[in-house]
């Protein structure tokens, strides 16, 4: 199994810390990440959110291309709907050339209406865009001069340059929904799993995908998911630390469930309808968050549940100290990557 490194960039606005010290804090700790022996960094996106969230991860992706020679550099996700497909394509090329061909892009429609409400991007529309982008960029990447007339985006004629080292792209479609996890599958991409969800949710998730997959005959090589992960040397330390943190970043998927735009269930099965419900330990089974001995035995119980090919730890939750979180990677690189590489 791969491990991946994922930071979301969130800072609470009453931790001492800024986003210029998170920002920071890629200089030394993804080189680090990557002598560790970390496959990936991974980043995602949001928008307009008091407490941060990268709002750019091709930007972010760039800077980290040139602090690393090896990791792989993943949108975990970028919103596709908020971008016009051929500008996309060219920053896509761009990056994937920056990095000499490290680029896995995982992508979604998105869910949250103030960002969609303020790109101009119809609620509605964000599936149909979706796809049709993904297939204009694709196209695009081919190198080749080519014309477009879609339902949302016309092009007379343009040619992509640089073309993208790699000969196609990696796409991951972060998706949840059972139509769009078919598509996945139709579109022959992995599916790259949110931290939001349960276990028993993953699992009754990838038994759609893998049985859509298996009608078409594909057979997907990657599953990746994500997890917030946080190792110290006592389970204590790293709840007092980490839990606090992992309450302020699912606030807005507890937000969100509130609203009624997108579930989000704790373990019991119970929907969100008050953001104050979300608290750590009612996620228990969506990190791990402990002492390494811990942590090696909550991952072998997700490996048996879910078999992922890569474990994504965000890991760089809000507000926690560098000093500490420098601690977290490296212990989980020394002492829970070699159960599970041996």
Known sequence: MKFGLMYSFVVPPDSGYTNLDAYREMDDLLPLAEELGFDAFHTTEHHFQFNGWAPSPLVVLAKAAGLTKRMRLVTNILIIPLYHPLRLAEDVATLDNLSEGRVTLGVSPGYVSEELAAFGVPSKERFGRYEEALDLMELAWKGEE?????????????????????????????????????????????????????????????????????????????????????????????????????????????????????????????????????????????????DPQTAIQEIKKLQERVQPTELICRMQLPGIPTKDLERSIRLFAEEVMPAFNA
């Not at 998730?205 to 298996?214: C, K, L, Q, R, S």
């Not at 917030?228 to 606030?251: D, K, M, N, Q, Y």
């Open 146 to 290: 080519f014309t477009w007339e879609g339902k949302y985006f016309q092009i007379p004629k343009a040619k992509v340059v640089p073309k993208p080292v790699q000969d196609r792209i990696p796409i991951w479609y972060g998706v949840s929904g059972p139509k769009l996890l078919q598509r996945a599958a139709e579109r022959r991409v992995p599916v790259t799993a949110s931290p939001r969800h349960t276990v028993d949710e993953l699992v009754g998730h990838f038994e759609h995908y893998g049985d859509v997959a298996a009608r078409i005959g594909y057979t997907p090589t990657e599953r990746p998911i994500i997890r917030e992960v946080f190792i110290a040397p006592t389970t204590s330390e790293a709840e007092r630390l980490a839990g606090p943190a992992v309450t302020h970043l699912f606030s807005l998927y507890g937000k969100k469930s509130a609203q009624g735009e997108r579930d989000l269930r704790n373990d019991r099965g119970e929907l969100i309808t008050d953001a104050s419900m979300v608290d750590f330990r009612t996620f228990s089974s969506r990190y791990v968050i402990g």
